[in-house]
T-cell receptor, first 112, second 114 residues
Framework: DAKTTQPNSMESNEEEPVHLPCNHS???????IHWYRQLPSQGPEYVIH???SNVNNRMASLAIAEDRKSSTLILHRATLRDAAVYYC?????????????FGRGTQLTVWP | DTEVTQTPKHLVMGMTNKKSLKCEQH?????MYWYKQKAKKPPELMFV???????INESVPSRFSPECPNSSLLNLHLHALQPEDSALYLC?????????????FGEGSRLTVL
């Protein structure tokens, strides 16, 4: 599975937008870009995924670079509950099994 | 029901004990997973089951023995563990097929081996 690179940590103030970057320069044409987050003392939870086009859902937006070598998860207004480790993961379209291989992720701290 | 339920939430065991972790889902998912997560590290894949058959074993020591008795249940049998096996054990499930499906995770079972 192709590798992703994320900053170890980022900080934000409450109610401000947060842009979490992810580099995936070795992405293949059939890899989906997935984002999960893990709140303290909980299992990871799905946030969003995309293939080529930008995506929006109730939790976040995903902006994918035109060459697909990087992407950005956007939280439009951070809340204290958004403090978590955010993982950017590539998942092959041809993968029958949905397994995910997690990288180190970005620890997001949100200040009141 | 979009929940994956794991029991017990906490488990303390000695190195000579035999214990089991249990995972249950009722979303009709045919793929189930065990992950291990050490403190301040990302989850590491251990096993993958598809249609109740073991599909992937990521070179996990035999003291961990998975079992999938039916499409809703996944067990992890533990025997002769070492203190370094202390970790959070996460179960997940998903639909099979394609790169777009999401995994649903339980809250985990926190294991301490004395």
């Amino acid at each position: 599975d192709a590798k992703t690179t994320q900053p170890n940590s980022m900080e934000s103030n409450e109610e401000e937008p947060v842009h979490l970057p992810c580099n995936h320069s070795t992405i293949s044409g059939t890899d989906y870009i997935h984002w999960y987050r893990q709140l303290p003392s909980q299992g990871p939870e799905y946030v969003i995924h995309g293939l080529t086009s930008n995506v929006n859902n109730r939790m976040a937006s995903l902006a994918i670079a035109e060459d697909r070598k990087s992407s950005t998860l956007i939280l439009h207004r951070a809340t204290l509950r958004d403090a978590a480790v955010y993982y950017c993961i590539l998942k092959g379209r041809g993968s029958t099994l949905g397994r995910l291989y997690f990288g180190r992720g970005t620890q997001l701290t949100v200040w009141p | 029901d979009t929940e994956v339920t794991q029991t017990p939430k906490h488990l303390v065991m000695g190195m000579t004990n035999k214990k089991s972790l249990k995972c249950e889902q009722h979303m009709g998912h045919r793929a189930m997973y065990w992950y291990k997560q050490k403190a301040k590290k990302p989850p590491e894949l251990m096993f993958v089951y598809s249609y109740e058959k073991l599909s992937i074993n990521e070179s996990v020591p035999s003291r961990f023995s998975p079992e999938c008795p039916n499409s809703s249940l996944l067990n992890l049998h533990l025997h002769a563990l070492q203190p370094e096996d202390s970790a959070l054990y996460l179960c997940a499930s998903s639909q099979l097929g394609g790169g777009s499906g999401e995994l649903f995770f339980g809250e985990g079972s926190r294991l301490t081996v004395l």
